[in-house]
């Protein structure tokens, strides 16, 4: 499976996600410093807007920083944000941090999905196989383009599985 369908997938179960809900639902807090559904899919959104852009810079076919396309690797990143999700709970920096930006479910659907296919034809354009320079992430380090996708795609697992908590804690009213 390519890359490509790979965030096509991801991208769609996200939505789909919590597409039944009513506005109130995805505006709801379960705690005062909790993340609504719609302010962590917009933190979802900011997330991929960054690794879009990463994408999207044209690689120094001089600079050749390591012999790999991967540092971490799918298996890596999938482990370290989604299995560990509850042990590393790492603060999100200032310019992925909710800032209400959006209003509605819809409002957000839209521009969510115009960064995933801005994505997706870059990727269509673009060989990563060939690039192995490395962009740093705030707290992983070096990552290549191909790592920064596949961790784009683990991000995205992670904020579903916070959604699903929210969603949990909204119908059963449980604490979070």
């Known amino acids: 499976m390519t890359l490509q369908n790979?965030?096509?997938i991801n991208a769609t179960h996200f939505l789909d996600s919590f597409l039944l809900l009513t506005e109130e639902q995805l505006h709801h807090k379960p705690s005062l410093n909790a993340w609504s559904?719609?302010?962590c899919a917009e933190h979802v959104y900011l997330a991929n807007c960054s690794?879009?852009?990463i994408i999207c810079t044209p690689s120094l076919p001089e600079k050749v920083e390591n012999q790999s396309v991967e540092l971490f690797g799918e298996g890596k990143l999938n482990h370290l944000l989604v299995n560990k999700r509850a042990v590393?709970?790492?603060?999100a920096p200032d310019y992925v941090v909710p800032k209400g930006i959006f209003k509605t479910g819809h409002d957000l659907k839209k521009q969510f999905n115009d960064v995933i296919n801005n994505i997706i034809t870059q990727l269509d354009k673009t060989d990563l196989t060939k690039d192995t320079q490395t962009i740093k992430h705030f707290r992983l380090g070096e990552m290549t383009k191909t790592d920064w996708v596949n961790f784009m795609i683990a991000h995205t697992n992670r904020h579903l599985l916070q959604i699903e908590e929210i969603k949990l804690f909204i119908y059963n009213k449980t604490d979070y």
């Open 37 to 39: 559904i719609l302010e």
């Open 88 to 91: 590393l709970k790492i603060p």
């Open 51 to 53: 690794v879009s852009k």
């Open 6 to 8: 790979k965030i096509e």
